[in-house]
Nanobody, 122 residues
Framework: HVQLVESGGGSVQAGGSLRLSCAVS????????MGWFRQAPGKEREGVAG???????NYADSVKGRFTVSEDNDKNTLYLQMDSLKPEDTAMYYC?????????????????WGQGTQVTVS
């Protein structure tokens, strides 16, 4: 049974930083592609950052230069370092796993999802 569990969310002032973590269990390695998504109230869930097993990353334009995605394969954990946070970054953040290697920031390519962690920037 595959589980993705996010942690590290919270409330922070604009300009601050947070580091999100996503622990993957029920599988002995990180998936071909891992991603972070977010969903604000009344808005569609959008892709924020993604990473493949080779370490190649991609980011939404809105977070480029501020967010950094990384992974620790030994710990089966995905991270999202968020710096220079803005109020518009406020959302529920989800990690997701793509076992097929499509590696986009589109929801349809991800099979497994965590329950989310709330980030609030004021």
């Amino acid at each position: 049974h595959v589980q993705l569990v996010e942690s590290g969310g919270g409330s922070v002032q604009a300009g601050g930083s947070l580091r999100l973590s996503c622990a993957v269990s029920g599988y002995d390695a990180l998936y071909l592609c891992m991603g972070w998504f977010r969903q604000a109230p009344g808005k569609e869930r959008e892709g924020v950052a993604g990473i493949d097993l080779a370490g190649s990353t991609n980011y939404a334009d809105s977070v480029k230069g501020r967010f950094t995605v990384s992974e620790d394969n030994d710990k089966n954990t995905l991270y999202l370092q968020m710096d220079s946070l803005k109020p518009e970054d406020t959302a529920m953040y989800y990690c997701a796993a793509d076992p097929y290697g499509v590696c986009t920031l589109k929801r349809y390519s991800y099979t497994y999802w965590g329950q989310g962690t709330q980030v609030t920037v004021s």
